[in-house]
Structures are given as C-alpha cells and as structure tokens.
C-alpha cells in the first residue's frame, strides 16, 4: 500500500523557536495533503489542505502565520510552527491523496509528536 | 455540514466478549465515504474499512465486521471475540467533496479497553 512518512517522529524544542515537520508520500505522487493535529485524548481536527504549487487552505481558527504550510512537490509537504509555545504541543499527523482512484483514499503518515518547553 | 458522532467514549470489555462501535454521520451529499481507523497508542492510524455511500452491503473481516445502514446514517463496527490486542481508540470518519474541497471529519473516538 502507498507509504507516507513524517520526519521528525519526535520534536522538544524550547518556547519562541520554530519547528519544521516533514511529510512525504513515497511511492505514489500526492496532488494533496492534510495537516492534522490531535491533543491528548482527543479527535483529529484538520489545520489545513494543501494542494501542490498552491496556498494551503486553513480551518477556520487556525492560525496560518503560526502554521506555515508548503506543498512545494508531489512528494513533500511542510508544516512549520513559527515562535511555538507550550500551547502548541500536540500530536501533528499528515495524510495525502493522489489524484487518481480512488480519490476518497487518504494515506496517513505515523505522526510527530511535538513539545514546547 | 459534515459531523460524525461516537457517543461511546471509553468501552471496557473482558477477552472473548463481541462489542459494538456505533458512529452516527450527518452529510448532505449524496456521494460520501466511510472509515474506520484504529489508533494504537503508538500514535499511528491504522486503516480498517472503506465505505462508499452507494454499498450498503455489510462487511466482514476476520473478527470485524461493519453494518451500514444509509435510513439511520449509522456505520456501526463490531469485533467479535475481543482480545487485548484489540484495545486502542477507534475513530470513524467521514469524507466528501465539497465546496471547499475534499475533506474529511473524525469523530471524537471510542477508547476501547480489553481486560484479559
């Protein structure tokens, strides 16, 4: 089955750094990815979708100065946390979906944990 | 809009017993997907099924099965026989396109508990 990764699986960084997190689909070409974040015990909620060579698109409440996204191949996604705070910590997972059938498939990364001293 | 509803939060069950997983989705396309994912505590989902809105026809899979019902919008998830590696939190979704694109929702999850 189609393979997507994350990189970095695990991220500590101190409060007012930026942390950039990796996705990419290896071995189909993804015309669009997801970024979803996940605090503890609770759901999936979708930050944004991107679309390669396109500005991602935000949820409403989603900050998109905090969360810079860049779809900039079919292979890689980048979500990068700008001056992350201790709020920011959560559990982010990507997913990606090819533009051929089926359409309604969505290939999930493993997910990065991330925690903001 | 979109919603998906797992009113069960946490499920406890001891090995052998079946328990049932009930998700309740609200849409008001006609072509819908869907899904069921299971999150281990590792973090990573694990895809179970895919539905599209045109099958009605219930599934079965080893230990799993899947009854969908379009009249009561539900798509509901049993597991036969419980076992402890069944313990894990289990998200139903539910995709479409819409005006804003493909999307798909979660619902809040099933943290479920299997006692040996």
């Known amino acids: 089955g189609a393979v997507v990764s994350q990189h970095p699986s695990w991220v500590i960084c101190k409060s007012g750094t930026s942390v950039k997190i990796e996705c990419r689909s290896l071995?189909?070409?993804?015309?669009?990815m997801f970024w979803y974040r996940q605090f503890p015990k609770q759901s999936l909620m979708l930050m944004a979708t991107s679309n390669e060579g396109s500005k991602a698109t935000y949820e409403q409440g989603v900050e998109k100065d905090k969360f810079l996204i860049n779809h900039a191949s079919l292979t890689l996604s980048t979500l990068t946390v700008t001056s992350a705070h201790p709020e920011d910590s959560s559990f982010y997972i990507c997913?990606?979906?090819?533009?051929?059938?089926?359409?309604?498939?969505?290939?999930f990364g493993p997910g990065t944990r991330l925690l903001v001293l | 809009a979109q919603k998906v509803t797992q009113a069960q939060t946490e499920i406890s069950v001891v090995e052998k017993e079946d328990v049932t997983l009930d998700c309740v989705y609200e849409t008001r396309d006609t072509t819908y997907y869907l899904f069921w994912y299971k999150q281990p505590p590792s973090g990573e989902l694990v895809f179970l099924i895919r539905r599209n809105s045109f099958d009605e026809q219930n599934e079965i899979s080893g230990r799993y099965s899947w009854n969908f019902q379009k009249s009561t919008s539900s798509f509901n998830f049993t597991i036969t026989a419980s076992q402890v590696v069944d313990s894990a939190v289990y998200f139903c979704?539910?995709?479409?396109?819409?005006?804003?694109?493909?999307?798909?929702?979660f619902g809040a999850g099933t943290r479920l508990f299997v006692k040996a």
């Open positions: 979704a539910l995709s479409e396109e819409g005006t804003g694109g493909f999307k798909t929702i």
């Open positions: 071995d189909f070409q993804a015309t669009t």
């Open positions: 997913s990606a979906k090819t533009s051929g059938r089926p359409q309604e498939t969505q290939y």
